[in-house]
């Protein structure tokens, strides 16, 4: 069973990987999942959220699953279980699961196994671009209430996200930002001066691209952020992320799939280019000098 993970493929592509392997050996015994729920002492639903990597994966229920669709052969039946213990084991973000919900969680789980990441953001910087300072002030913009623990925990995680950059293999950034993100100060014009310089400095990254949608005419073509996940594993669907006030929702379907990828692309058509870009970046930090 080959699975064609990077070195940093983590366990919530690793669950979704094995859920799909699951699913296609279901289907090619032509079992319902109701069928594969029986076998597992299960729901069909819990059968639909295991294929879907949405739940983690006890080795009983996989070892009769492998039976039920007919996989014997030890090596196999190993591998996958060897999958299934490296599916359960916690990321990193886990020590902060009381400050997540699940969704966030697994968005969090994508997004580091991810090879390229494109996201389009009008509010604010994207927040794998985000400076400690600049992150403060977002999360106290979002959770006013929230103790002073609280928001550091908070910011130490959005940082932690940004160690992506540092692997051998770093996921290819290609954000758009509307221009009004420039222009809106939080924590005060000396946190947005350094949160720009920041932008200045990650684009020289040959893995990053960055590129504004400037005030006009043309305006954008697209009313709300998302963000495009794509994976190197060719068993993981390319995934739409949009987040919204009471959580989430995760894009899979190659009809939704294309439908972002086309509108990414015409934003970038809208924006200005990369060099345009630092053009701008360089007349606000001389603006909020």
């Known amino acids: 069973m080959a699975t064609g993970e990077s070195a940093h493929s983590g366990s919530t592509a690793r669950r979704m990987v094995l859920g799909g392997q699951l699913r296609r050996l279901r289907e090619a015994r032509d079992l319902s999942r109701e069928d594969a729920g029986h076998a597992i002492r299960g729901s069909e639903s819990k059968i639909s959220r ?8 006890k080795e009983r229920d996989v070892a009769d699953l492998l039976t039920l669709y007919g996989v014997h052969e030890e090596a196999e039946r190993g591998s996958f279980l060897d999958l299934v213990r490296q599916s359960n ?5 886990n020590r902060y699961s009381d400050l997540m919900p699940r969704w966030f969680q697994d968005y969090v789980g994508l997004e580091e196994s991810a090879s390229r990441v494109q996201t389009y953001e009008v509010l604010f910087v994207p927040g794998l671009l ?4 600049y992150a403060r002030a977002v999360v106290r913009r979002g959770i006013p ?7 550091s925990r908070r910011v130490t995680l959005r940082m932690q996200r940004k160690k ?3 692997y051998p293999r770093p996921p290819r950034l290609w954000a758009v930002i509307d221009e009004s993100v420039l222009h809106r100060p939080l924590g005060g014009p000396e946190v947005l001066r350094e949160q720009v310089e920041e932008l200045l400095e990650l684009v020289k990254l040959p893995n990053v691209s960055l590129q504004v949608v400037p005030f006009g005419p043309r305006g954008s073509s697209a009313e709300s952020a998302f963000t495009m996940l794509r994976f190197a594993e060719p068993e993981l669907p390319d995934i739409v992320y949009l987040e919204h006030l009471c959580g ?13 990828s086309q509108v990414f692309h015409r934003l970038t058509l809208d924006a200005a280019t990369p060099a ?7 007349e606000v930090r001389n603006r909020l000098v």
């Open 89 to 93: 084991q916690p990321g990193w973000w």
């Open 130 to 133: 985000q400076t400690e300072r």
């Open 145 to 151: 209430d929230a103790s002073e623990d609280e928001v």
């Open 164 to 166: 992506v950059f540092t």
């Open 248 to 260: 989430a929702l995760y894009l899979d379907k190659p009809a939704e799939i294309d439908l972002y």
């Open 276 to 282: 345009q870009t630092k053009k701008i970046l360089n």
């Open 50 to 57: 295991m294929e879907l990597g949405r739940v983690s994966f």
